[in-house]
């Protein structure tokens, strides 16, 4: 149990309850009676009392668990990686690839997984306005009823009459304990978790669009050397073939010349089928149809070439950079509120009510034109107190259940911590041998083209069998279509990197969560006020724990 919160002090609960005492105030002015006022002077201070003591707030504060990281990636510090400061915003500028900066541009504007993540943002938002109107009276209503009755006909009344009324009631359960308090703060943290869920649903559709164009430009490149490798095979078909028609070599050499080039010639359909696929998938990402697509990828280009130096930063920053991080750590702020709303049932609870109302007939010597007479008035107020002494065993479980959950997602803090660590060496281990195979593979498929060439000339001079061609050729054509992966993969597995920093979702700063469009048809539809305001896209101002909510960004 703790004091007041820093915004909801004493002050400013007196100042919503005077509103609603104002009315009992006025009521009990206008029935001037010694006998009233006497009852009224022992619920002064009662309430006076309540109030008092409706700063408590039960449950645990939350406190940001730990994390423990290396002071760096690798403490031979490789080639290649270096512990500057990694790159936040628009990490994908690095390949120099003015494609690819549309494609992430227009997948940010127009994507649909991205926009529901916006709109979770949203959801969150009214979800923060209803918990808060907790904290004013709950009931409020006003009502008004008209009759028309049959009964008993007697000297002084009719028997047929009419009845109406018109009142108000209103009924204020204080925040004594915090129940309320803490469901604010239990709904702020899940505010600004799902805007840290949508940051990390923007570096996923980031990531995800960058290594599918990659993907695309790699199937290009591959299409293009087996077409070059079946142009070579043709040719080399085309000698056998009239070697064979001479009588200088037996069917065997332009048999084994067909196989090789149609089984070459096999392989593109199916890297067009691959191409097909992938295309699909980026059009998915980007909210568009496939034609609308190749639009904008226009002619085949080359692979994305990955930097000479990659900065990744040093492992503490990840609890700064990854959404995904802090994400589970607001979840499991959220939840822990949930532990004092419950252990707030186990305390008595304490309300304020009041009614007041006007009620007349036309049955005797009345008229409903007296409705607002002084005669005609009737009110009631006063506090209570509701205390459920008999089921506290089935309250203290609750409190235990949401104990539990806390710790599950505690644990899950950590086991994220250690999960985006585990990515970020896994990518940067990827991204270095990559490299390294790369280097190799560039130098054997040079070899390979070498050989190809001396070997076709051998055989034209009729040095060397038609077999060292086969396996020139057929190299040539593997290694090749080696280096084109391997070159793919290392921009993949930089991508994989820059994903696993945690860095890109910082393009969203000073934009809405949802299009402009979207926004209006939602005005349109429903009073939303101000919460879809341009440029409402940080999170709230209300911070339960200040050293939750360190980080300006979030």
């Known amino acids: ?250 069917e065997l050499d332009k048999q084994q010349a067909t196989t090789q080039l149609r089984n070459t010639q096999a392989s593109v359909p199916n890297l067009l089928g691959s191409l097909e696929q992938a295309q699909h998938a980026l059009s998915i990402l980007m909210g568009m149809q496939p034609q609308d697509l190749n639009e904008i990828l226009g002619a085949a280009g080359g692979i994305p070439t990955a930097p000479a130096e990659v900065a990744t930063g040093i492992p503490a920053e990840l609890l700064r950079r990854r959404p995904d991080i802090k994400q589970a750590e607001l979840q499991a702020a959220a939840q822990s509120a949930q532990i004092g709303i419950a252990n707030a049932e186990l305390l008595p609870s304490f309300t304020l009510f009041g009614s007041i109302g006007w009620n007349v007939n036309d049955a005797g010597d009345d008229n409903l034109g007296d409705l607002f007479d002084a005669n005609s008035l009737r009110f009631s107020a006063g506090p209570s107190f509701q205390w459920k002494i008999l089921s506290y065993g089935r309250l203290k479980n609750k409190v235990r259940v949401q104990d539990a959950r806390l710790q599950q997602l505690l644990t899950n803090y950590e086991n994220v911590v250690l999960s985006a660590a585990a990515e970020v060496k896994n990518a940067i281990s990827g991204f270095l041998h990559s490299r390294v195979e790369a280097k190799y593979r560039k130098q054997s498929a040079t070899a390979a083209k070498r050989s190809a060439d001396l070997s076709l000339l051998q055989y034209t001079e009729g040095v060397s069998l038609y077999q060292s061609v086969l396996d020139a050729t057929r190299s040539l054509a593997s290694q090749q279509d080696a280096y084109a992966v391997t070159r793919g993969g290392i921009a993949t597995n930089l991508i994989a990197l820059y994903k696993a920093l945690g860095g890109g979702w910082e393009v969203r700063l000073d934009n809405d969560f949802v299009p402009a469009d979207v926004r209006q048809e939602m005005i349109e539809r429903t009073d939303w006020g101000k919460l879809l305001e341009t440029g409402n896209n940080q999170a709230p101002a209300l911070k339960p724990n200040a050293d939750l909510w360190k980080t300006p960004d979030w």
């Open 1 to 250: 149990m703790r004091g007041c919160h820093e915004r909801l002090s004493l002050p400013y609960i007196l100042e919503g309850t005077h509103i609603f005492y104002s009315l009992g105030k006025n009521r009990f002015e206008a029935a001037i009676m010694n006998r009233q006022t006497n009852r009224a002077k022992w619920i002064l201070p009662l309430v006076a009392a309540i109030l008092a003591g409706g700063c408590a707030m039960v449950g645990p504060d939350f406190n940001p668990p730990e994390a423990t990281l290396a002071d760096q990636w690798s403490a031979d510090e490789p080639s290649g990686i270096n512990n500057l400061p990694a790159a936040d915003a628009r990490w994908w500028k690095v390949f120099n690839d003015p494609v690819l900066d549309q494609l992430i541009e227009t997948a940010y504007e127009q994507n649909l997984t991205l926009r529901i993540a916006g709109l979770r943002v949203l959801e969150a938002r009214a979800q923060l306005g209803i918990v808060t109107g907790n904290l004013y009276p709950q009931s409020q209503a006003l009502s008004g009823t008209y009759s028309y009755n049959r009964g008993k006909e007697t000297p002084a009344t009719d028997r047929y009459f009419s009845q109406a009324g018109i009142g108000f009631d209103a009924a204020w359960e204080l925040d004594f304990w915090g129940k309320f308090r803490r469901g604010i703060e239990s709904a702020d943290a899940n505010l600004v978790a799902n805007i840290a869920g949508y940051d990390d649903v923007l570096i996923t559709l980031t990531a995800e669009v960058a290594r599918n164009y990659v993907l695309i430009r790699t199937l290009e490149e591959r299409i293009s050397l087996a077409r070059q490798n079946i142009t070579i095979q043709q040719r080399s078909l085309e000698l056998t073939t009239n070697q064979f028609e001479t009588g200088s070599v037996t």
